[in-house]
């Protein structure tokens, strides 16, 4: 879409093929997963009419026209993360592979008995178990950093947990169950000043405006596809080439050597390393479509637009009563928790559902969060580029009417 | 009607039996009326008292946590249940009606499972991850398997 064209989220909305068949969804689970424009439709389906084979190895023409797609989703990629060379850019199956790429590959090389991971509160289950799984294996120590009372990251504790045994910092861009933003920059430059390495969890930071890596300063940032208007079954790990080129592989099979013998293997170098097997080839080619989209309108507009609704919702939520936003003066992204006196969460989803209104409920694989805040769970809704404000009144509406049931 | 100690002194399976309740959901025409109708069985279903919502009780959905305990009396499969969800609450008062306070010669053959479906309650079996529903079931089958043993 030209840029000189003025925003519009019900044209946006036109885009995705799945609100024709669904034409009453309110569709607010976006964090779980987003819808697909027509644009990343059309790019799997024209990979699979046109240019059908796998990549790599294959002497012929249509592996070749394969290949140059496979590759040329990652150069595009990584341009829009604005990485410093496709060869940092790393294909997984989504973020949760990517971290436990991470955590696998660098953590067993590199950690030690002692070693400190340190991780936000506010971490998804993805982002907290792959380090559980390689301090159990190395004998390091993984360490959290408390919340404030506001369930924003304590900004002291964790200063005061920076020692140099500090080995790799996790951190969310956005977290999946509340939209609180943690203040990157600061953290990972107080990080890199003691000398440990920073995971960024870039799962929804990503889908709302974006990032540009060069300028971020982490080490390792992961994301999906899925929850970028992409496919599912692809995402990406990024790490710099130096760093790299000092981790091991992780996964084993074909594509990923060099050489093979039954006297020894050497491996290929990044990305091909940690890429063993056929890797998601027309997802890759449908997440670069789908970025490609993104591109085509402008980031900060959209997020305005996904940062309005949540506002309007948010404010219309002051007229019903026993409902609370969880983090409510924290900086967010568009995510909004609710928690509700004296009624569960569950219960307001399913009255819901029943006006076509999809949220989530429950603590959204971030236990350890829900854990600090003294809930057993939250009802989320996330905003997405196609939510129109009539999404937000319906809601607001359909809530109304599920707390009078069950009052 | 036989009544049973506590925590199986409640109406479901007893005094409220599966016809009973089939003809209230089949009254409540809509998706709106059954949730407001599980929301009202739950109400009827007392509360497990706190000893028993214990770790050994529990089980847990990814969306609530329920609690059930499995008794025995004179071949009769007891069962009590409560859970933080109303609604989960109300399903629960289903299940225990079709199985509370039954032999299983009376039970051989049920399908509770079939039963929701042609109630209409479809959805709350694949939603079951969240709601534990499935489980539940399974783990009273477990128990009337256990009987003949």
Same mark, same amino acid.
């Given at each position: ?9 019900a044209?946006i ?13 309110i ?5 779980a997963?987003t ?7 059309d ?8 240019a ?12 070749s026209a ?7 989703a990652?150069?595009r990629?990584?341009?829009h993360?604005?990485a ?12 949760t %592979? ?8 660098w ?5 030690r008995?002692?070693d400190?991971?340190?991780?936000s509160?506010?971490?998804h ?20 950093i ?17 020692t140099?045994?500090?080995?790799l910092?996790?951190l ?6 509340t ?17 440990a ?12 405006g ?12 992961a ?6 208007y ?7 790990l ?24 039954f006297?020894?293997t ?8 940690? %890429?063993a ?6 997802q890759a ?6 970025m490609d ?21 948010e404010a ?7 409902i ?7 900086p ?48 989320r ?7 129109t ?11 109304a009417?599920?707390l009078?049931q069950?009052? | 009607?036989s009544?049973?100690p ?21 009254a409540?025409a809509?998706w709106e009326a059954?949730?407001?109708?599980l ?6 279903l ?19 946590t ?12 007891? /069962?009590? /249940?409560?859970?933080d ?7 629960l /008062? ?6 509370h ?6 039970? /051989?053959?049920f ?11 479809q959805?709350f079996l694949?939603?079951s991850r969240?709601?534990?529903?499935r ?12 009987f003949?043993?």
């Amino acid at each position: 879409m030209p840029m000189n064209v003025p925003f519009s989220a019900a044209r946006i909305r036109d885009e995705f093929p799945v609100f024709r068949h669904h034409p009453d969804l309110i569709y607010l689970d976006n964090a779980a997963t987003t819808q697909k424009p027509l644009a990343v439709l059309d790019a799997e389906r024209r990979f699979y009419e046109t240019a059908n084979a796998n990549i790599h190895r294959a002497a012929h023409r249509l592996g070749s026209a394969a290949t140059d797609a496979f590759e040329g989703a990652r150069t595009r990629i990584a341009a829009h993360l604005n990485a410093a060379h496709p060869d940092e850019v790393l294909f997984t199956r989504g973020t949760t %592979e990517a971290i436990n790429l991470a955590a696998h590959s660098w953590g067993r090389a590199h950690l030690r008995p002692g070693d400190v991971i340190l991780l936000s509160t506010l971490e998804h289950h993805a982002n907290i178990v792959p380090w559980q799984l390689v301090a159990q294996a190395t004998g390091a120590i993984v360490k959290p950093i408390p919340l404030d009372a506001d369930g924003t990251i304590d900004q002291r504790a964790f200063l005061s947990l920076l020692t140099p045994a500090i080995r790799l910092v996790g951190l969310t861009q956005c977290s999946n169950a509340t939209g609180v933003l943690p203040p990157l920059a600061p953290m990972i430059a107080a990080a890199k000043a003691v000398g440990a390495l920073v995971m960024i969890d870039g799962a929804q930071g990503i889908a709302h405006g974006g990032v540009d890596l060069q300028a971020l300063g982490a080490d390792f940032y992961a994301f999906s596809g899925h929850k970028l208007y992409g496919p599912t079954g692809v995402g990406v790990l990024w790490a710099r080439r130096e760093l790299l080129a000092k981790m091991p592989p992780w996964q084993a099979g074909g594509e990923m050597i060099d050489r093979v013998s039954f006297d020894g293997t050497t491996f290929a170098e990044p990305p091909f390393r940690f %890429e063993a097997g056929t890797p998601p080839i027309a997802q890759a080619v449908g997440l670069a479509a789908a970025m490609d989209w993104l591109a085509g309108h402008d980031r900060d507009t959209l997020l305005r637009h996904e940062l309005a609704l949540r506002e309007r919702f948010e404010a219309g939520l002051v007229q019903l009563d026993c409902i609370r936003v969880l983090s409510a003066s924290a900086p967010r992204g568009p995510i909004t928790a609710l928690a509700f006196d004296g009624l569960h969460p569950y219960d307001v989803a399913q009255f819901l559902d029943g006006y076509g209104v999809a949220v989530r409920v429950g603590q959204h694989c971030a236990g350890p969060l829900h854990q600090a805040l003294g809930l057993n769970g939250s009802l989320r809704a996330s905003f997405a580029a196609y939510n129109t404000e009539a999404d937000v009144d319906a809601t607001l509406a359909a809530l109304a009417t599920t707390l009078e049931q069950l009052a | 009607m036989s009544s049973y100690p506590p925590p199986f002194d409640h109406p479901f399976g007893t005094r409220i039996d599966r016809d009973a309740l089939a003809q209230r959901l089949e009254a409540a025409a809509g998706w709106e009326a059954k949730n407001r109708l599980l929301v009202q069985l739950a109400r009827e279903l007392p509360p497990l008292p706190d000893a028993l919502r214990t770790d050994e009780h529990r089980v847990a959905g990814c969306e609530s946590t329920a609690w059930l305990v499995i008794g025995r009396q004179e071949g009769r499969l007891l /069962a009590a /249940a409560d859970s933080d969800s109303r609604i989960v609450k109300g399903l629960l /008062a289903l299940l225990l009606t079709a199985y509370h306070g039954h032999t299983p010669a009376e039970l /051989a053959g049920f399908d509770f499972e079939a039963w929701l479906v042609s109630l209409g309650l479809q959805r709350f079996l694949t939603t079951s991850r969240g709601n534990g529903l499935r489980a539940m079931s399974r783990m009273i089958r477990e128990a009337i398997a256990e009987f003949s043993h």
